[in-house]
């Protein structure tokens, strides 16, 4: 009978508006949650087989869901490890409670959040969402990892009361020496240069270099070579490094290096003194390893010179620091979580990856603004933030709710009206039911 078919089809009005409010319910509700995903509802009618002529009204279902795809405003904070990505992708993951297993992190996945370390110095979140990523090894080099598994990835740890130091391995000498000093008249006076680096366990260390100049006989010409021994104190002042370096008097490049050649050092240092003429680098074997020192390369204008006749000490830098707490930690928009020190030196310290998957909105949503891959969403891949399709990583941000409050509202005005209609509906079919009863009296 048509007529109650209609009053089925009013029935399953009622139901789905309910559902819609339900999911405009909490979208108001959650308009001020940060990384909160909008709930839809969707209708689909239903059609009854009409081949007998007689129409019957099939009425309506629902389904809901959430549009993970769509992303909320980002804002700015003051806190280094609130962490969103801009763009598609999400932040890898997992519970507090399963730091306490055998090391398998189950993943969830979050469109951002303020993580925070705690007591352990493990980032989580206030809700217990720790965070994860790939470890840098000691020398703050990300290692390769897999990208279709979570067992490269590790909970972030950042422990504040941390030291860390950075060993020399390079120090650029830009010198100039007097080119009086290789002529026949001169004193042949050495002149000492000392030079501190910073050791394996960021101790100052120095290093005790001399110059000392080839005078030639009375008569003969200037010889523009000098002798420059290095020495390290660390090493009871052994010689670590000796070589004969001759200088260009040509008139296109005069005063640059011509030539450099290592001299036989007794007792033979760890590491084979040399000089590579394509780099400029002399390799000395210092206490803490081998140290680069960069004295320029033939015909270059930098490093050592032979110029005028002042001794100038124009420009001396190097690497390494020494030992330093950490003061801060901040993450870039490739995702790289970097150290820094209240001694200057940075370190590498992890790389966040972006997860990806073909159908966000597939995804299983928990509780907490998280989600787990489903097989609606297909399998998942870390990516390098920034690569592929994926956006960057964003600090100092957190990614407001995407609930618009004046969409919802509106649509909170067509429910209602709906589902007044749809009320209507029934009352109607209530009303000409009690017709047809009434035709028997």
Do not use: C
Not at 63 to 78: E, F, K, P, S, V
Not at 245 to 269: C, L, M, Q, Y
């Amino acid at each position: 009978m048509t007529i109650s078919s209609s009053l089925n089809a009013g029935v399953t009005g009622l139901n789905v508006n309910a559902s819609k409010l339900a999911t405009i319910s909490d979208n108001i509700a959650n308009s001020a949650t940060f990384g909160f995903k909008r709930s839809v509802a969707d209708f689909h009618s239903l059609v009854l087989d009409q081949s007998r002529g007689a129409y019957s009204a099939g009425g309506v279902r629902v389904t809901t869901g959430r549009a993970i795809d769509q992303r909320g405003t980002l804002i700015t904070t003051n806190n280094p490890t609130d962490i969103s990505i801009g763009g598609r992708g999400m932040l890898p993951v997992t519970p507090i409670t399963a730091l306490d297993g055998n090391g398998n992190y189950p993943l969830r996945m979050t469109s951002t959040g303020s993580f925070r370390a705690d007591a352990n110095g493990i980032l989580r979140t206030s809700s217990g969402q720790v965070l994860l990523g790939w470890a840098a090894n000691q020398d703050g080099k990300i290692p390769p990892n897999p990208r279709d598994t979570v067992g490269g990835l590790t909970p972030v740890r950042v422990d504040s009361n941390q030291f860390e130091g950075d060993a020399t391995t390079r120090i650029s000498l830009g010198v100039n020496l007097p080119a009086t000093a290789t002529r026949a008249d001169a004193s042949g006076d050495t002149i000492d240069l000392p030079l501190e680096y910073f050791g394996n366990l960021g101790q100052a260390q120095n290093l005790n270099i001399s110059f000392e100049p080839t005078v030639p006989a009375a008569g003969d010409a200037a010889t523009n070579t000098w002798t420059m021994t290095i020495q390290d104190e660390e090493q009871n002042n052994a010689t670590i490094g000796k070589f004969t370096i001759e200088f260009d008097d040509s008139g296109d490049h005069g005063g640059t290096i011509k030539s450099v050649n290592a001299e036989t050092v007794t007792p033979a240092p760890t590491t084979p003194h040399n000089w590579d003429a394509n780099t400029g680098l002399l390799t000395i074997a210092a206490q803490s390893g081998p140290l680069e020192l960069d004295i320029g390369k033939p015909k270059e204008a930098r490093g050592l010179s032979q110029l005028s006749d002042v001794f100038a000490p124009l420009t001396i830098t190097k690497n390494g620091s020494p030992v330093g707490n950490l003061a801060s930690i901040e993450v870039d928009a490739n995702g790289i979580m970097t150290a820094i020190y209240d001694s200057g030196f940075t370190k590498a310290i992890y790389q966040i990856p972006v997860v990806n998957v073909p159908n966000p909105n597939g995804l299983k949503p928990l509780a907490n603004q998280t989600y787990q891959v489903s097989s609606e969403s297909g399998a998942f891949y870390l990516w390098d933030a920034g690569d592929g399709p994926v956006g960057d990583v964003v600090g100092f941000a957190r990614e407001e709710s995407a609930t618009d409050v004046a969409s919802e509202l509106t649509q909170l005005i067509q429910t209602q009206r709906a589902y007044s209609s749809n009320a209507k509906v029934i009352q109607t079919v209530d009303e000409m039911l009690q017709e047809t009863t009434n035709i028997k009296r």
